[in-house]
């Protein structure tokens, strides 16, 4: 009998609003494995968010390359959060996935669960005939990383577990506007470039297409049922 997780496409979302949805999922779940509950339920929100630079808990600010007034100019906003990694971007044309699982309940460690999502990314943009694949020693999804100089991420990962259940999650870049990568370090790196759906294939692509391509690739390596 597969598992159950509840969908919510929340549409065009502010992120700080969109994280207080998600700890305060969060903080239900972990209390309810804290009473050893075993029925504890699995979210998947969609998102999109205004401009927004992100910074993880093991970040460096330094690689936010604006200062408060040229964010504001550009209309961005920066917010420091309690995921895993470095700073990224969020913004118009990506489709953000926030899943808060019970990953105990699915029998995953939180390298196989961040494994699972780097591969249900992978085939949703083997759709679009673009082979990417993982790097290592660093999360997300890549593409030529055999190729220095031309290596570059189309989707960033940095999540946080507790009590092996998830939140934060994903960021892939579909119609993204590339331009606000070049005020950071893309998650701390200066080496490698970053890229979209819609730059890979030279063309504007169907955004809810996209959204049910990667939520049923997401179903299909989870081996759950979206309601």
Same mark, same amino acid.
């Given at each position: 009998?597969?598992?159950?997780? +509840?969908?919510?496409?929340?549409?065009?979302? *502010?992120?700080?609003?969109?994280w207080?949805?998600?700890?305060?999922?969060?903080?239900?779940?972990?209390?309810?494995? &804290?009473?050893?509950?075993? #029925?504890?339920?699995?979210?998947?929100?969609?998102?999109?968010?205004?401009?927004?630079?992100?910074?993880?808990?093991?970040?460096?600010?330094? @690689?936010?390359?604006?200062?408060?007034?040229?964010?504001?100019? #550009?209309d961005?906003?920066?917010?420091?959060? @309690?995921?895993?990694?470095?700073?990224?971007?969020? &913004?118009?044309?990506?489709?953000? &996935?926030?899943?808060?699982?019970?990953?105990?309940?699915?029998?995953?460690?939180?390298?196989?669960?961040?494994?699972?999502?780097? *591969?249900?990314?992978?085939?949703?943009?083997?759709?679009?005939?673009?082979?990417?694949?993982?790097?290592?020693?660093?999360?997300g999804?890549w593409?030529?990383?055999? +190729?220095?100089?031309?290596?570059?991420?189309?989707?960033?990962? &940095?999540? +946080?577990?507790?009590?092996?259940?998830?939140?934060?999650?994903?960021?892939?870049?579909?119609?993204?506007?590339?331009?606000?990568?070049?005020?950071?370090?893309?998650?701390?790196?200066?080496?490698?470039?970053?890229?979209?759906?819609?730059?890979?294939?030279?063309?504007?692509?169907?955004? *809810?297409?996209?959204?049910?391509?990667?939520?049923?690739?997401?179903?299909e390596?989870?081996?759950?049922?979206? *309601?």
């Open positions: 009998m597969k598992l159950k997780a +509840k969908y919510t496409d929340l549409g065009v979302s *502010e992120y700080k609003k969109t207080d949805l998600q700890e305060d999922l969060f903080r239900k779940s972990v209390k309810m494995r &804290g009473a050893e509950e075993s #029925n504890i339920p699995n979210y998947l929100f969609f998102v999109e968010h205004p401009h927004v630079y992100t910074l993880g808990k093991s970040g460096d600010e330094h @690689n936010m390359l604006l200062n408060a007034i040229q964010l504001q100019a #550009n961005a906003t920066f917010v420091e959060t @309690n995921r895993g990694g470095d700073i990224t971007y969020h &913004g118009p044309g990506q489709i953000v &996935g926030y899943p808060i699982f019970d990953i105990l309940t699915m029998d995953l460690g939180v390298r196989d669960y961040i494994e699972k999502l780097e *591969e249900a990314v992978i085939l949703t943009v083997a759709e679009y005939g673009i082979e990417a694949t993982r790097l290592e020693g660093a999360t999804v593409l030529d990383i055999d +190729k220095p100089g031309r290596t570059r991420k189309i989707c960033a990962i &940095g999540v +946080k577990c507790s009590r092996h259940i998830t939140m934060h999650g994903f960021a892939l870049n579909v119609n993204t506007n590339l331009d606000y990568f070049n005020y950071i370090n893309p998650c701390g790196f200066v080496d490698k470039g970053v890229t979209s759906i819609e730059k890979e294939i030279g063309r504007k692509v169907d955004f *809810e297409e996209a959204k049910e391509i990667c939520k049923s690739k997401l179903a390596v989870f081996n759950i049922e979206l *309601e």
